[in-house]
């Protein structure tokens, strides 16, 4: 069994790797963040970030997952039904200023978690200029 | 009784916007936390308003030190979308000037630093150093600062006289070899100043997902240019510098180390250096949707872009960049706990931050 297909076994998912520019990308509905987290802690791979996407026609907000793996690059996608997914801040502590800038720009809630204001330094407004004027 | 002080925004060692609020017990920091932000730019937003070629113009001002890296990084992103791969002397020309920033990068550093340890004598000499390296990326790209070298699909100007950038080199490592690295080593007050400050161990160093040479003063051995080579370093021959105390020497020896191995590199590029075009890519692009990754070693570490593009738009649909400090500063916290209250400039200077990066 390769890497890839281990890691999707031990997360419980079924949809196939694909390889997307340099990065081999897993997109699943079902992924469980903090399972992921949990795993890639285990396996020592190196938390790079998160890239919060807003998709075409108004087809909410997307999270891509981002791990070094023994210099492979892993992402995963995840949707942001209703504008919320868990923190993994708890178990990945690289992860507190992206979840905090994306909280900020996108108006992801990352439940779980408290936030102090990160690049707005005024205001309380969320979701401000990232994300489209009519969301 | 505890009290907190206040560092920053404008901050006493270096010219950036942040503020480090300092949790003390006497002179000994108990705890700190970090306020970054003061001059966020929105470049990724603005990115979304503009078209290839002048995406690649606005990501160069990301960055004032690295700014070369981030033109390389995007282009290299949007290389993936398009399925482009640059011509063999693009890339050998694209790892010489990416090694000459890092050259200019790291001895600035230690400038720096020096400065920060009360030997102005080093700063001097260091920014004495730094401008050599900044007359040949002069010489080559016609700019200090901004150099425009990279293109989708490969470089915008040839190395035409590898002569000038070889005499530099020598003249560099001889400097480095003599003076640099053995007064930074050797002597008591950079060592007392130095040996055992702002600790950051393996396991904090992995937790935080620090890069660069913070990571590899830490022991962790990674580097990108090793673990997932781009341009044209699985050709060259370099050590990866590592260190495993976690303080401010290691960082100062890791790049001191990082100098010599950066002279290795050119050396080979330059002798190696193919011929042929300088760049491969039609007059016209048309964009398939698509995303595309770009990880490239800066001076401070990982640069991560992320690219993603939709079908006959002429801008991108999201650019998304991770800097290096943006991974960095965190670890600042754990440095500077325990520290005397005087030895926190140098901790923080220690990780090489740049908020212009950061406030991208």
Same mark, same amino acid.
């Given at each position: 069994m390769s890497t890839l297909e281990s890691i999707s076994a031990d997360l419980g998912l079924n949809e196939a790797w694909e390889l997307k520019g340099s990065s081999h990308w897993l997109a699943s509905p079902t992924l469980d963040v903090r399972k992921l987290a949990e795993l890639m802690r285990a396996r020592k791979a190196r938390f790079i970030t998160i890239t919060a996407t807003e998709l075409p026609e108004h087809g909410g907000i997307a999270l891509d997952y981002h791990w070094d793996l023994d210099g492979q690059l892993l992402s995963f996608e995840v949707p942001a039904e209703n504008n919320q997914v868990e923190s993994i801040y708890d178990l990945c502590e690289a992860a507190d200023w992206i979840e905090r800038e994306v909280h900020e720009y996108f108006a992801i809630d990352f439940s779980g978690r408290d936030y102090v204001p990160l690049m707005l330094r005024a205001g309380d407004k969320m979701g401000v200029n990232l994300r489209e004027e009519d969301e | 009784m505890s009290y907190q002080i206040p560092m920053g925004p404008y901050h006493p060692a270096l010219e950036e916007p942040y503020k480090l609020d300092l949790v003390c017990d006497g002179e000994t920091v108990q705890d700190a936390k970090l306020n970054v932000g003061?001059?966020? +730019?929105?470049i990724e937003h603005l990115a979304e308003s503009r078209n290839y070629i002048q995406v690649i113009a606005l990501m160069e001002r /990301?960055?004032?030190?690295?700014s070369n890296i981030h033109t390389l990084s995007v282009c290299q992103a949007i290389e993936q979308v398009l399925g482009l791969t640059p011509p063999p002397r693009a890339l050998y020309i694209r790892v010489i000037v990416a090694e000459l920033e890092r050259l200019h990068s790291h001895v600035l550093w230690a400038g720096i630093a020096g400065k920060l340890m009360g030997f102005k004598t080093m700063f001097m000499t260091c920014f004495a150093i730094r401008e050599k390296v900044m007359d040949v990326l002069q010489a080559i790209s016609?700019? +200090? /600062?901004?150099?425009?070298?990279?293109?989708?699909?490969? /470089?915008? +100007?040839?190395?035409? !006289?590898?002569a000038i950038i070889l005499l530099m080199i020598d003249d560099l490592e001889r400097d480095m070899v003599k003076t640099i690295i053995p007064i930074f080593t050797t002597s008591r007050t950079a060592l007392s100043r130095?040996?055992?400050?702002?600790v950051l161990t393996e396991d904090q160093a992995r937790s935080l997902g620090v890069v660069g040479p913070t990571a590899r003063a830490s022991g962790l051995p990674q580097d990108i240019r090793r673990a997932a080579p781009y341009?044209?370093?699985?050709?060259m021959e370099f050590n990866v510098p590592v260190e495993p105390s976690g303080d401010v020497k290691a960082r100062l020896v890791v790049r001191a180390l990082e100098i010599l191995e950066s002279c290795r590199i050119l050396r080979q590029a330059l002798s190696k250096l =193919?011929?042929?075009?300088?760049y491969s890519c039609p007059e016209e692009l048309e964009f398939p949707s698509g995303r595309g990754f770009s990880r490239v070693e800066a001076p401070r570490g990982e640069v991560f872009y992320s690219v993603s593009w939709e079908e006959?738009? !002429?801008? =991108?649909?999201r650019v998304h960049v991770r800097t290096p400090t943006y991974a960095n500063m965190p670890a600042v916290r754990c440095m500077v706990r325990g520290a005397r209250l005087a030895d926190t400039p140098l901790i923080q200077a220690s990780v090489d931050p740049c908020y212009s990066c950061t406030d991208r």
């Amino acid at each position: 069994m390769s890497t890839l297909e281990s890691i999707s076994a031990d997360l419980g998912l079924n949809e196939a790797w694909e390889l997307k520019g340099s990065s081999h990308w897993l997109a699943s509905p079902t992924l469980d963040v903090r399972k992921l987290a949990e795993l890639m802690r285990a396996r020592k791979a190196r938390f790079i970030t998160i890239t919060a996407t807003e998709l075409p026609e108004h087809g909410g907000i997307a999270l891509d997952y981002h791990w070094d793996l023994d210099g492979q690059l892993l992402s995963f996608e995840v949707p942001a039904e209703n504008n919320q997914v868990e923190s993994i801040y708890d178990l990945c502590e690289a992860a507190d200023w992206i979840e905090r800038e994306v909280h900020e720009y996108f108006a992801i809630d990352f439940s779980g978690r408290d936030y102090v204001p990160l690049m707005l330094r005024a205001g309380d407004k969320m979701g401000v200029n990232l994300r489209e004027e009519d969301e | 009784m505890s009290y907190q002080i206040p560092m920053g925004p404008y901050h006493p060692a270096l010219e950036e916007p942040y503020k480090l609020d300092l949790v003390c017990d006497g002179e000994t920091v108990q705890d700190a936390k970090l306020n970054v932000g003061f001059n966020f +730019r929105g470049i990724e937003h603005l990115a979304e308003s503009r078209n290839y070629i002048q995406v690649i113009a606005l990501m160069e001002r /990301v960055c004032g030190i690295c700014s070369n890296i981030h033109t390389l990084s995007v282009c290299q992103a949007i290389e993936q979308v398009l399925g482009l791969t640059p011509p063999p002397r693009a890339l050998y020309i694209r790892v010489i000037v990416a090694e000459l920033e890092r050259l200019h990068s790291h001895v600035l550093w230690a400038g720096i630093a020096g400065k920060l340890m009360g030997f102005k004598t080093m700063f001097m000499t260091c920014f004495a150093i730094r401008e050599k390296v900044m007359d040949v990326l002069q010489a080559i790209s016609g700019n +200090r /600062v901004n150099y425009a070298m990279n293109r989708i699909g490969g /470089v915008n +100007r040839d190395v035409t !006289d590898p002569a000038i950038i070889l005499l530099m080199i020598d003249d560099l490592e001889r400097d480095m070899v003599k003076t640099i690295i053995p007064i930074f080593t050797t002597s008591r007050t950079a060592l007392s100043r130095c040996a055992g400050i702002g600790v950051l161990t393996e396991d904090q160093a992995r937790s935080l997902g620090v890069v660069g040479p913070t990571a590899r003063a830490s022991g962790l051995p990674q580097d990108i240019r090793r673990a997932a080579p781009y341009a044209a370093y699985e050709e060259m021959e370099f050590n990866v510098p590592v260190e495993p105390s976690g303080d401010v020497k290691a960082r100062l020896v890791v790049r001191a180390l990082e100098i010599l191995e950066s002279c290795r590199i050119l050396r080979q590029a330059l002798s190696k250096l =193919p011929p042929g075009g300088l760049y491969s890519c039609p007059e016209e692009l048309e964009f398939p949707s698509g995303r595309g990754f770009s990880r490239v070693e800066a001076p401070r570490g990982e640069v991560f872009y992320s690219v993603s593009w939709e079908e006959e738009s !002429d801008s =991108p649909r999201r650019v998304h960049v991770r800097t290096p400090t943006y991974a960095n500063m965190p670890a600042v916290r754990c440095m500077v706990r325990g520290a005397r209250l005087a030895d926190t400039p140098l901790i923080q200077a220690s990780v090489d931050p740049c908020y212009s990066c950061t406030d991208r």
